[in-house]
């Protein structure tokens, strides 16, 4: 009667009708409970989101159903009567604290007061300025970056900030590039390669084929002196042996000019500079210690045969030289060649008739410069023999050939895009003063900040020098004389073509990071982001792995060194042994010289280094990347 009067007529047609079997009563009623079941809000499975049942409907179904409910198979509909009724009833009324009402009497009447707006916003939040002024309009509309203006909420402004960012950097990368381009041309090597076929591979005249690059004593010293040096330098005649005219003269190769004349330098050190063991004090009279510019060593004083002694001069210009022994002070015994071909001859054997060198030597160098005026290039040559405490030669040249005049259109465009780049200079060291002054200490936590410090660093270094050489040329009288065609002496570019070198170097460095930080402006894009993503996840890993190879490579290098050392040059040194297991790794190595300088340890050292370093540790790093890959995948997936 209750489903007659209640909300189910259709249920009740149905169980009063004769015609219908009860099997098919049966099938039809729970067809209709699971349908109401499922459109249940709160049960499991429900799709409805109002409330169709009430207690009464719910008491109802389950007076009706065959099966009778088991405990929490069918939560009651939530806020229904019955649920709280049973919620009542669970209720410990003693754990329910007794708390008398509340007194106000007692309570003190205190004044309010508005909170500032300052207390009222986030603590994290940067506040703006409350009246900025226009000049700090016009900064911010000048320099807007990412880091001066907060737009990481905002997707789409963050995107217009970095392609703005991205297209003022171009042009100046454009121009940073330009201008470090036209301090470099490839004729430079073909002018260093000129003269290192013509002096350094020069054959001995008259004798077995032997050069400057193979001298290892001091008879092939005087050999390269009276040969390849000499006919290097002074050219004077024509290939069909018509001499030349005086405006022909002092040019090597007919088209390099001569500046000034060539110098002879010597460093020297005393006798009695080292101290003979007692055994053989009876023996060895004479002791040379290796060269040290430090006093009671270094050689200062005259020596020489008969009234032409050579004296000690103290240099107003010049720095040390870094030859492959040790480091040599700047002064010493000089000594100027001729003008000529025949003058340079009668110089060259005046000082080997009296003994210009002998045990004392520790390195004697010959300097000179030239200039091409048809690729506008200055060369500086320095031709080096160290003279070892253990007796010999060890040979070395160096050549500093750079640009240092810059004539007509193509030198007013290279001080434009010097100014230019000056421009852009002075636009980032503002921008990056006022994301320090923003973000203080976090600005240095990041990277990429770093690497922009770097780079204009190095711009402004690069701009230094530039206009150091600018006041160099005009200021210096000794320059201008030789630009100006005066043959008397000799002056010193070694210091400006060293520093010219130098700061190309960082040029090529500058321009190096300034491409790699086109990066930065591009890591909105998460594809662009996924190398920087993987090696920072890695990061441990990998740092875990370098530390395992490092300990065994260097391992490996001192035995190298202490082993072969002595025998061979590759491992003479703890830097040549470093870099020769590099070489190793690379495929590049000597497994014959290994087994003539040692034959039991080469091998096992060889064989040894190749299984650790160049199988297992390799094994390792294929291992990590077959189980960090997986993982990574795996965290970009849930990412996006």
């Excluded at 009706?64 to 088991?70: G, H, K, L, M, T």
């Excluded at 520790?362 to 320095?382: E, G, M, S």
Aim: aromatic letters at 16%; charged letters at 20%; hydrophobic letters at 40%.
């Amino acid at each position: 009667r209750r489903v007659h009067g209640g909300s189910f007529p259709f249920l009740y047609t149905i169980h009063s009708h004769k015609n219908i079997s009860p099997l098919f009563k049966l099938i039809l009623l729970f067809s209709v409970l699971f349908f109401l079941r499922m459109f249940r809000p709160g049960s499991a499975g429900s799709l409805g989101s109002q409330t169709f049942l009430t207690a009464e409907d719910e008491m109802e179904m389950d007076r009706i159903s065959p099966f009778p409910r088991r405990k929490g198979s069918r939560p009651s509909t939530s806020g229904s009567k019955m649920e709280k009724d049973r919620n009542l009833d669970a209720l410990d009324k003693s754990q329910v604290p007794q708390t008398p009402p509340p007194s106000y009497a007692d309570v003190p009447v205190t004044e309010y007061k508005l909170p500032s707006r300052a207390a009222m916003e986030p603590s994290n939040k940067v506040r703006p300025e409350s009246t900025p002024n226009i000049g700090w309009r016009v900064i911010n509309a000048i320099w807007r970056t990412n880091l001066t203006v907060d737009s990481t909420e905002d997707k789409e402004q963050y995107v217009k900030t970095s392609l703005r960012e991205l297209a003022i950097y171009f042009v100046f990368l454009v121009c940073l590039c330009t201008a470090c381009f036209c301090e470099s041309t490839p004729n430079q090597y073909y002018l260093t390669q000129g003269i290192t076929d013509l002096i350094v591979d020069g054959a001995f005249n008259g004798l077995p084929p032997n050069s400057f690059r193979g001298l290892s004593n001091i008879f092939d010293f005087w050999r390269f002196m009276e040969g390849p040096l000499v006919d290097g330098i002074y050219w004077e005649e024509w290939y069909n042996g018509q001499p030349l005219n005086q405006t022909q003269e002092r040019y090597i190769y007919y088209d390099n000019k001569l500046l000034g004349r060539a110098r002879f330098r010597q460093v020297r050190v005393l006798n009695d500079s080292c101290t003979v063991p007692e055994e053989f004090e009876n023996e060895i009279h004479d002791c040379y210690a290796p060269y040290s510019d430090t006093e009671g060593i270094e050689d200062r004083g005259k020596f020489g045969l008969g009234t032409g002694a050579f004296q000690f001069v103290e240099l107003p210009e010049g720095s040390s030289h870094n030859g492959y022994i040790t480091t040599y002070g700047r002064n010493g015994f000089v000594q100027l060649l001729g003008k000529d071909k025949e003058e340079t001859l009668n110089i060259i054997r005046y000082l080997k008739d009296y003994l210009w060198v002998d045990r004392g030597t520790r390195a004697v160098f010959v300097d000179f410069t030239i200039y091409n005026a048809n690729v506008n290039l200055f060369c500086v040559v320095k031709f080096s023999m160290e003279f070892p405490s253990t007796g010999g030669t060890i040979p070395r040249w160096d050549f500093w050939t750079f640009t240092l005049l810059r004539p007509g259109m193509f030198g007013t465009f290279v001080y434009v895009i010097h100014m230019i780049v000056a421009v852009f200079c002075f636009y980032y060291l503002v921008e990056e003063s006022l994301e320090i002054h923003r973000c203080r200490k976090a600005y240095f936590a990041t990277g990429w900040n770093i690497l922009d410090l770097i780079v204009l660093g190095f711009t402004i270094a690069v701009l230094s020098f530039f206009l150091y050489t600018y006041i160099v040329i005009n200021k210096n009288e000794k320059i201008q004389q030789i630009l100006a065609g005066s043959d008397e002496e000799f002056v010193n570019m070694e210091d400006l073509g060293f520093w010219k070198t130098t700061i190309n170097q960082i040029a090529a460095w500058n321009v190096f990071f300034a491409c790699i930080k086109l990066l930065k402006y591009v890591q909105f894009n998460k594809t662009m982001t996924q190398l920087s993503s993987t090696l920072g996840r890695c990061a441990k890993d990998v740092a875990g792995f370098m530390v395992m190879f490092m300990i065994v490579f260097f391992a490996y290098t001192q035995l190298g060194f202490l082993i072969f050392g002595s025998q061979l040059k590759d491992f003479s040194t703890i830097m040549k042994s470093f870099f020769t297991l590099f070489r190793i790794i690379l495929g590049d190595f000597d497994f014959y010289a290994l087994e003539t300088a040692n034959r039991l340890l080469g091998p096992i050292f060889f064989l040894t280094y190749v299984l650790i370093v160049f199988f297992v540790l390799r094994i390792c790093s294929w291992l990590l990347l077959t189980t960090r890959t997986p993982m990574l995948r795996r965290d970009r997936f849930i990412e996006e």
